[in-house]
């Protein structure tokens, strides 16, 4: 009988938890996670997990050699820019057979009022024209892009997993909270706030979508990030069923 096949797991997302948890059975494929080590209690992953940066491009080579992995998975948060950079040229060097899980991004629909801006920078420069009250909901890192002269009067109600890393805006007040959020939630939070306008990075998924359903009940404008390109040339799956497939078909190639 072959041995089988490794498969290494860029994660850190609930798609990353998915396909780890599919894959974790089968007697062909041994799987190992790797996780960034930013998140305090990651919670428990089935099959093997390694924490922390590899050391750039060369660090991640190395690993893939020195553990003989046959198919890599870069099921890293659409907006982690730099692993996933990383995992293309790192793949390519060791010649080893790799795809992106990314999960679709969010979708516009009746009654929404989107603005779709490319960087923090830009959705900042928007902020001062639409309101005065906003929910940002961007992640912990970038928030000193809030930070100008011009929108020291409007106050910011941060949402982050992780606490958020300075500088904040002048007037910040700070929740920490995991999702997922339900509607009704997310509705009483903005309320309770009276928020005005929500910021967003096109992260996509069910777990934190509830805000942009709230936000148009409540008929605020939203404003999203769009997302960085995958790498050119690799293969991308949208969720865990198809990134199997994929590996079913690469990872015990001679
Ligand atoms: P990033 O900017 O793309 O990566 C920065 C560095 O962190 C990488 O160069 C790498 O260090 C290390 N790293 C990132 N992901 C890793 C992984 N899965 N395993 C091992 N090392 C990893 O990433 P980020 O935006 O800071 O995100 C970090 C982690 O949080 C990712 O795993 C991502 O899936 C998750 N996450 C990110 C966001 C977001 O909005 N960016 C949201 C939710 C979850 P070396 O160069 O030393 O290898």
Do not use: M, N, Y
């Given at each position: 009988m072959r041995s089988p096949a490794h498969v290494l797991i860029l994660g850190g997302t609930t798609e990353a938890r998915h396909l780890a948890a599919a894959l974790a059975d089968r007697p062909d494929l041994h799987v190992t996670s790797s996780l960034a080590g930013r998140v305090a209690r990651p919670g428990a992953l089935p099959g093997d997990v390694r924490i922390g940066g590899f050391g750039g491009v060369e660090g991640l080579t190395a690993w893939l050699r020195e553990h003989r992995v046959d198919a890599l998975v870069d099921a890293t948060h659409p907006f982690a820019e730099a692993i996933s950079a990383n995992a293309a040229?790192?793949?390519?060097?060791?010649?080893?057979?790799?795809?992106?899980?990314?999960?679709?991004?969010?979708?516009?629909?009746?009654?929404?009022?989107?603005?779709?801006?490319?960087?923090?920078?830009?959705?900042?420069?928007?902020?001062?024209?639409?309101?005065?009250?906003?929910?940002?909901?961007?992640?912990r890192l970038g928030l000193s892009a809030f930070c100008g002269r011009e929108l020291d009067s409007l106050h910011f109600l941060v949402r982050s997993v992780e606490p958020p890393e300075p500088p904040l805006p002048p007037h910040a007040q700070v929740v920490l909270d995991r999702g997922p959020f339900t509607v009704e939630g997310e509705?009483?939070?903005?309320?309770?706030?009276?928020?005005?306008?929500?910021?967003?990075?096109?992260?996509?998924?069910?777990?934190?979508?509830?805000?942009?359903?709230?936000?148009?009940?409540?008929?605020?404008?939203?404003?999203?990030?769009?997302?960085?390109?995958?790498?050119?040339?690799?293969?991308?799956?949208?969720?865990?069923?198809?990134?199997?497939?994929?590996?079913?078909?690469?990872?015990?190639?001679?």
């Open positions: 040229e790192a793949a390519q060097a060791a010649r080893v057979p790799l795809l992106t899980l990314r999960r679709p991004g969010w979708q516009a629909g009746p009654g929404d009022t989107w603005h779709s801006v490319a960087s923090l920078a830009e959705a900042a420069a928007l902020l001062p024209e639409l309101g005065e009250r906003i929910f940002l909901t961007t992640g509705t009483a939070l903005l309320r309770e706030h009276a928020i005005d306008v929500l910021v967003t990075k096109d992260s996509g998924g069910a777990a934190t979508a509830a805000k942009l359903v709230a936000a148009r009940h409540l008929g605020l404008p939203v404003v999203v990030v769009r997302r960085p390109a995958c790498p050119q040339g690799v293969p991308v799956a949208a969720d865990a069923e198809a990134a199997l497939e994929w590996l079913l078909t690469v990872a015990h190639r001679p």
